[in-house]
């Protein structure tokens, strides 16, 4: 069936140290998406790329989609323990209106 | 924007009791509303979609009377758990999407169910 994978499945990076966690599909995807979220907290919608090989960026983090649209990844830029939690991609599903979650990278960040 | 508001945030009951979780966005119309359940340090499993008007569509393995999914309105879905026994604690989480449900999520800040 349709799957989203990711790895790793955690990180634990000094703070200053550069992120990457990598995403990808079975399937070719419409857009993927990804959230962060935090320990205690809830996902939180981060960015959604829809053309093959976008780059988009907020602050220190990078996201790519692939030339394919069937991976991705977001890049972390020198990380600060605020950038603690999990990081979780997703594509929609070919059919129906759900989105099928990778089972995310757990970032720690030690200052 | 794009706020969704779960409540309550914590239950902790005895075995049998059915317990109701409400999921609302407030700022938007939620064409599409999620119920994911999420153990320690595990990924989202989505338990249902539903869509204001019509029954919810069920993921495999879930069990629908146990799950009772009532999408009232636009902007109120809510999740009862019927007859919850020990084996039903965990995190539960909603989230609701503005458009066909496969743009962006926005969640709620789940419920914390623990059955004693």
Redesign the interface.
Known sequence: GQQVMQIPQYQHVQEGEDFTTYCNSSTTLSNIQWYKQRPGGHPVFLIQLVKSGEVKKQKRLTFQFGEAKKNSSLHITATQTTDVGTYFCAGPRNSGYALNFGKGTSLLVTP | G?VVSQHPSRVICKSGTSVKIECRSLDFQAT?M?WYRQFP????M?MA?S?EGSKA?YEQGVEKDKFLINHASLTLSTLTVTSAHPEDSSFY?C?A?AG???????????TRLSIL
């Open positions: 794009a599409t999620f340090k595990k990924s989202l989505l979609t869509n569509t989480i989230s999407s066909t449900g496969q743009g962006p999520q926005h969640f709620g800040d789940g």
